[in-house]
Structure formats: C-alpha cells, structure tokens
C-alpha cells in the first residue's frame, strides 16, 4: 500500500512538472521557443509549466504577436518586454513579482498594474489608453505613458518616481507635490496651462511645451540642463537660478528678452518665432546651434562663440551680423536672409564665406540676401574714430596717399562701401593705383586704436 502511494505521488509530481503552458498566439509561441535565454529547455516543442517557472524575464519585440494569453503562467516573472506588436489587451495581473514592464507601441485600450506592486519601471507610451492607475505602485520609479489618451493622471502615491514622460496626452493640471524626487519631466503637448514645480528641487529635464503656459516659476529648479518650453504664451523667461541649461528650446513665445548670460554651459539655443529685440551670448562659448529666426533682432554677434556649427538668423532686422569667431569652417549652415538692411557680413576669411553654397529648400549651406556681402572687417560707418587727427593726403588721389595724424602705423585696410576688403598697406604711405575708381572706406590700425576715413580714387 506504501509503495502505492509512493508511486502516485511521483506521477502527481511528474504530470506537474509536465503540464504544458497554454499558448493560443502561435507568435508569441515561436518567440518564446526561440527566446534567448533559452525557455525551452528540454527542446520538445513545449513551454512546461516547470519551464514557465523558472523564467524572470521575457523579451518578445516586434513578433507580430496579437496575444501574450499564457504569460500568466510566468508567475515569477520580474521583466517583460513586448513592445511593438499588435497588443489590443495584456494581462499581467498574475505576475505578482513583475519589475520592469515596457509594451509601447502596441494597442492597448486599458492595463492593470494593480497587482504589480513592485513595479519600478513602466514603459506604455504609444498605446490606445484613456487612463492608467498607479496608485499600487509604489516602488514606481520611471512612468513613461505620452502619446496615449489619457484624461487625468494621479501619481501622488509614486513618492519614488525619478523620471515622468506623460506628453501628447489630454492632461489639464499635473499635481507633483508629493513627487520630491522626479529628476526628469515631460508634459509637452498637454493642455496645461498652470505648472507648479517648486516641489521639484531635483529636476534636471524638464519639457513643457505646447500647454499654453502664460507663465512658470524655475527659481526652485537649480540643476536643470534641459529646458523646453516651446510654443506656449510665456512673456518673459527667468533662468537665472538655473545656470546649468546646456539645451534651452523657447522659441514660439511672446518673448521680447532672453538672458542667457549665465548659463556658461549653453549648447543648444531655440528662441526663434519670438519678440526678441537684443541677444547677448557672448558668454555662450560651448554654444554649437543657435536658430533665432523671425525676431526682431538688430544686431548679433556671435565673434565669442567658436563652436557654432548652425546659425539661423534670418527674417529679423539686422544691420549687423558678427560671425568672426576664428572657426567658420565648421559653420555648417547660416542663414541670413530676409534682412534688408543688412549689407555685410563679418566673417574670418570672405574667400571662404563666397565659396559656401546656398540650399535653401534643404535649409542647408550659407543663405544670405543678394545684396549682402561678406567682409573680414565690416565698417558701419565713420563715426567711431579712436585716433585723433588723423589725415589722409591727397584725398582724392590716383595713385599715393599718406597717412599723418602722430600714430604708429600698424595696418592700413581699404574696404568697398559695401565692406569687401580689397587691399592692405603697412606703411604710412600705400600706393592705390591698382584701386578702381570709386569711392572707398580706409580702417587705419594704430597702436592704440582704430580710424575710419572716406577715401576716394581717381
């Protein structure tokens, strides 16, 4: 009798262990068959539930898979991948033990994670849902839901969560109070249009564009690197308590004034499509890409920015533009255009400058107006003289000219009145008669400064 009921129990045993795990979606079967690591262990075809058991993470992305009906099985699972398949419905209400969960790009209308109490990481941007509750998440640390439907998002209870990406949904208000430790935020593409973040001490990203934000408060965000704020209703802009901004996107606002002084660190700047009247970013060494287009701006100078890669001033008022920072070859792209009252363009060597090429529907090369020029040294006009006296004799002349006035003699440049330099001196005397008649500007350097003069050939 003993032996009887040994012998059943060994059959009990053995029938458990080869219970064979349902899976309906022949996909997801043949991803978890040729999973790796290896699921199928004793290679017969089969997931056996001693198989399933001995899982903690699953990975099955782009499979086509329209059914994860049998993860159920899985029940120490702690990782699951499955995004981008066809995914109308995923339950994983019996994978108590489950961590990380990213199923983006799938069809989801709705998920449970109610029963996920571990859960650190979800990822389910790029899905069908109208809502999601976090509220059992405790542990939650990254929460990644934009591009979805969602109305309304509650994450008060998620004291732990370090990164929120809820952009692109339907969301009117965001309360973070309670989220203390959130080091990145995106809401781009809400409708929020009050966003408080003062509780929010930590943040280093922070994108909230397209809310129709009138106004927001950055004094209590010291570390922030990343700053986009893009095609809101902001009048001003206040970042002087975050001198870490290395990429700052603005552009779309109502903005006439944007300090960027302090942030030393500076490498992408968008303020395009704004009121901007003045920009000062000689400060800005690390700055590579600067598009401040449809502005107001006058005057730029960008002769302290040598790493500036792309340049994008075009349709504002500028009557001088300054791009003589000792490392124009690697300005990939510059655009001036639609400046009328801009006639030269300081650059370090024009003979480089007229050699790039315009591609104006790519927005790629060098793009001014026809009746702009560039120049080494363009001169606005005479009326910054910083030598006295000095004398250009005879005035006009056909072929020498003289120098006087007491100053050292350093250089002697003669600029077309459109500003193309077209020959040096470094004497007190210059022979012209290679100069075609005309009417010319002559930049005298001294050793201690600089005169403009009218000159003209005959």
């Not at 965001?174 to 001490?201: A, E, K, R, V, Y």
């Not at 690197?225 to 009048?235: A, R």
């Not at 591609?359 to 003289?385: H, M, R, T």
């Amino acid at each position: 009798m003993k032996v009887f009921q040994f012998f059943c129990l060994v059959l009990i045993s053995f029938a458990a262990n080869a219970q064979i795990v349902n899976i309906p979606d022949a996909n997801f079967k043949t991803a978890l068959l040729n999973h790796d690591p290896v699921i199928d262990t004793n290679n017969d075809g089969e997931i056996q539930q001693s198989e399933a058991d001995a899982v903690s993470a699953i990975s099955v992305s782009y499979e086509d898979i329209g059914s994860m009906e049998g993860v159920q099985s899985f029940t120490n699972l702690m990782q699951l991948v499955c995004h981008g398949n066809e995914l109308s419905s995923l339950d994983v209400t019996q994978n108590a033990d489950l961590e990380f969960l990213w199923c983006f790009g799938n069809n989801l209308t709705s998920l449970d994670v109610s029963q996920n109490l571990d859960l650190e990481t979800l990822v389910v941007y790029s899905n069908n849902l109208s809502s999601i509750d976090v509220s059992q998440n405790p542990d939650l640390r990254m929460l990644a839901i934009h591009s979805n439907n969602i109305l309304t998002l509650d994450v008060s209870q998620n004291l732990q969560l370090i990164s929120l990406d809820c952009g692109y949904n339907n969301l009117s208000s965001l309360d973070l109070s309670q989220n203390t430790m959130l080091g990145s935020l995106h809401c781009t593409g809400n409708m929020i249009s009050q966003l408080d973040i003062t509780s929010n001490t930590l943040l280093t990203s922070l994108g909230a564009g397209s809310n129709g934000l009138s106004t927001i408060d950055l004094s209590q965000n010291p570390d922030i690197e990343v700053l986009v704020l893009w095609n809101n209703n902001l009048t001003e802009i206040d970042i002087s308590e975050n001198p870490n901004i290395a990429l700052f996107y603005c552009q779309g606002n109502q903005l006439s004034l944007v300090d960027v002084t302090l942030q030393s660190n500076l490498n992408l700047f968008y303020c395009h499509e704004n009121q901007i009247t003045s920009l000062d970013i000689s400060q800005n060494l690390e700055l590579q890409i600067l598009e401040c287009h449809e502005n107001n701006l006058t005057d730029l100078d960008l002769s302290q920015n040598p790493e500036l890669v792309r340049l994008e001033a075009h349709a504002n008022q500028l009557n001088s533009l300054n791009i003589k920072n000792g490392n124009n070859i690697i300005l990939e792209q510059m655009s001036a255009y639609n400046n009328p009252d801009l006639g030269c363009i300081q650059v370090d060597d024009e003979i480089f400058a007229n050699s790039q090429e315009c591609d104006l529907p790519n927005f790629d090369g060098w793009c001014i107006d026809k009746e702009a020029s560039y120049s080494q040294v363009c001169i606005l006009g005479l009326e910054d003289s910083f030598i006295e006296e000095v004398v250009l004799f005879p005035n006009p002349s056909s072929d020498m000219i003289e120098i006087s006035g007491g100053e050292v003699i350093q250089s002697v440049n003669f600029y077309t009145i459109s500003g193309t330099l077209v020959q040096q001196c470094y004497a007190s005397v210059c022979d012209v008669s290679a100069l075609s008649d005309g009417i010319y500007l002559v930049q005298i350097i001294g050793e201690t400064g600089v005169a403009t003069k009218r000159f003209i050939k005959n």
